[in-house]
Structures are given as structure tokens and as C-alpha cells.
């Protein structure tokens, strides 16, 4: 258990990039959900979920569509600490994940199994989120191909219900350009930061 966070903490330098260094919350039995874009060498956003004191997460280049018919490649990362759901700021560019990182959605989840670390270990979560943009039943699934054999290649789809929207209807990733908590642009992110201001947290 302890080593949760191991693959977190090794791969970033916490004298250089303002990003938490956490600590795995025991017995903490929260449901954290939070989409942060992250404007790395390649533009994405990160799904994260709580679950037994991490934030499980999931880098999804497109980001999520509200139609069923688009499954989403969400690539699985390594779990992150659960004050990661607050961090808006930047990350020095020649890190680990270098650039500017905004909280495009957050909430609350819902898992839709009886046990959610165990559908979680055979690759398919099925959930609903109450974030203040995305709502509804998701799936996650967990697919096998040759050149994945760890096994990190997900999908992310959204389930046929009354959020659902066709992608002629609506880009929800387009129509939220800004962070659901500050307002800001990743371009005012990206200065606020480097003029020295404190990032919001
Ligand atoms: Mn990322």
C-alpha cells in the first residue's frame, strides 16, 4: 500500500516543480473526480478518481466526448496524491510532465459496481460523475493490444443516458476553454506563474 505512490514521487523533483508531494491518505473513503488539461509537449487531459487514498489517473489526449459513439483512448498513468486535485499552476518545462496544468472539471464520482477496486483490477469501471460540466454514467475499459503489453491502454466512453449529446450537438472539450475554478485561460495560468504570483491552490 505504501508504495502507491512511489512511481509519483520518483519521477518529479519537488525542489523544482510546485506540484504536491502527498502522501497516501489511509482510511480516507472520498470520491474525488477532477479533469485537469494539461498543456504538456502534447495537449491532454488527466481523469482522476478517487479511490483508497489515491487518485487514480488517466491521460486522455482528445479528452472526453459527450458521444456515446466516440470512445476515447484514456492511457493509464500513475496513481496521484489526492491534494493533486487542487494543483493549477505550472510545471518547469524540462520536467516531467512540463507545462501548464488547468482543473478543467471537478466533483464528485460514482462507482456503479458493488466493488470498484476489484472492477477496477479487471479494467472496467463503470460510473457516474457529478462534476459542474460533466455528469452522467461513463465507462472505462481496459483494452488489450501488441504493442501494450502493460496493459495501459483504456477507452473512455460515455454511456447512452440523458447527458449524453452527439458530437455534431456539442464539443464539450471546446466549450470549456476555461478553469472551472479560477476562470483562467491556460495562457493566464501559464503568466500568472511566471510573474511570480501565487498559484491558486
Ligand atoms: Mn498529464
Same mark, same amino acid.
Given at each position: 500500500?505504501?508504495?502507491?505512490?512511489n #512511481?509519483?514521487?520518483? =519521477?518529479?523533483?519537488?525542489?523544482?516543480?510546485?506540484?504536491? =508531494?502527498?502522501?497516501?491518505? =489511509?482510511?480516507?473513503n *472520498?470520491?474525488?473526480?477532477?479533469?485537469?488539461?494539461?498543456?504538456?509537449?502534447?495537449?491532454?487531459?488527466?481523469?482522476?478518481l478517487?479511490?483508497?487514498g489515491?487518485?487514480?489517473?488517466?491521460? !486522455?489526449?482528445?479528452?472526453?466526448?459527450?458521444?456515446?459513439?466516440?470512445?476515447?483512448?484514456?492511457?493509464?498513468?500513475?496513481?496521484?496524491?489526492?491534494e493533486?486535485?487542487?494543483?493549477?499552476?505550472?510545471?518547469?518545462?524540462?520536467?516531467?510532465? *512540463?507545462?501548464? !496544468?488547468m482543473?478543467? #472539471?471537478?466533483?464528485?464520482?460514482e462507482p456503479?459496481?458493488?466493488?470498484?477496486?476489484?472492477?477496477?483490477?479487471r *479494467?472496467?469501471?463503470?460510473?457516474?460523475?457529478?462534476?459542474?460540466?460533466l455528469?452522467?454514467?461513463? #465507462?472505462? !475499459?481496459?483494452?488489450?493490444?501488441?504493442?501494450?503489453?502493460?496493459?495501459?491502454n483504456?477507452?473512455?466512453? =460515455?454511456?447512452k443516458?440523458?447527458?449524453?449529446r452527439?458530437?455534431e450537438e456539442?464539443?464539450?472539450?471546446?466549450?470549456?476553454s476555461? &478553469?472551472?475554478?479560477?476562470?483562467?485561460?491556460?495562457?493566464?495560468?501559464?503568466?500568472?506563474? *511566471?510573474?511570480?504570483?501565487?498559484? &491558486?491552490?
Amino acid at each position: 500500500m505504501a508504495a502507491k505512490l512511489n #512511481d509519483y514521487n520518483r =519521477k518529479r523533483n519537488f525542489r523544482r516543480t510546485s506540484e504536491p =508531494k502527498g502522501d497516501l491518505k =489511509k482510511g480516507r473513503n *472520498g470520491r474525488l473526480y477532477v479533469i485537469q488539461k494539461h498543456a504538456a509537449q502534447q495537449l491532454h487531459y488527466d481523469l482522476r478518481l478517487e479511490l483508497d487514498g489515491v487518485l487514480l489517473s488517466w491521460a !486522455v489526449p482528445k479528452g472526453p466526448s459527450l458521444d456515446p459513439s466516440e470512445k476515447r483512448l484514456a492511457v493509464h498513468v500513475e496513481d496521484h496524491p489526492l491534494e493533486y486535485a487542487d494543483f493549477e499552476g505550472t510545471i518547469p518545462e524540462e520536467d516531467y510532465g *512540463g507545462g501548464t !496544468v488547468m482543473i478543467w #472539471d471537478r466533483g464528485e464520482w460514482e462507482p456503479l459496481e458493488d466493488n470498484p477496486k476489484k472492477a477496477y483490477e479487471r *479494467g472496467k469501471l463503470k460510473f457516474r460523475l457529478r462534476g459542474e460540466r460533466l455528469k452522467g454514467v461513463w #465507462d472505462l !475499459v481496459r483494452f488489450r493490444s501488441k504493442d501494450d503489453e502493460e496493459g495501459k491502454n483504456w477507452l473512455l466512453i =460515455k454511456e447512452k443516458d440523458e447527458e449524453a449529446r452527439s458530437s455534431e450537438e456539442t464539443n464539450v472539450v471546446e466549450d470549456f476553454s476555461f &478553469s472551472v475554478t479560477t476562470g483562467r485561460s491556460i495562457e493566464e495560468i501559464t503568466e500568472e506563474a *511566471g510573474s511570480g504570483k501565487k498559484e &491558486s491552490r
